[in-house]
């Protein structure tokens, strides 16, 4: 005998309710990345001085430089990018050579700072 939906023992009665709606899909997305986000880490005074003496020399020399940085409990990369002078301390200019824009980021946000291309580079 062919199941049908009415079939006794048939799951088929429910099959047309498999659905979820749009806001349940929406809090689903929205559980899972508070689930991966990551506390800001808390950075030594070495560390602090690593970052201002290459940001530094970024400036003065023109060099390019991989930022690492806080953003939305996530840890953002900025590759391949030219520090403009800023006259607030409290901000870096970045601008991203490949697409051209300039991005502002807050110091205190900063994770971590390398030459580009050269992670041991100590001739600057």
């Not at 809090?27 to 030594?44: C, F, G, M, Q, V």
């Not at 006259?87 to 807050?106: P, V, Y």
């Amino acid at each position: 005998m062919k199941d049908n939906k009415l079939t006794t023992g048939s799951n088929m009665r429910w099959e047309s309710s498999r659905m979820m709606l749009p806001e349940h899909v929406q809090a689903l997305r929205a559980l899972a990345n508070e689930e991966i986000k990551i506390n800001k880490p808390h950075l030594d005074e070495q560390k602090w001085e690593e970052i201002e003496r290459i940001v530094h020399d970024a400036i003065c020399t023109k060099i390019k430089i991989d930022v690492s940085y806080y953003k939305d409990g996530g840890i953002q990369l900025l590759a391949n990018s030219y520090v403009l002078l800023n006259h607030s301390k409290e901000h870096l200019l970045l601008n991203d050579n490949r697409s051209g824009i300039t991005q502002t980021i807050s110091i205190s946000d900063l994770i971590d700072v390398q030459y580009s291309g050269a992670a041991d580079r100590t001739d600057v």
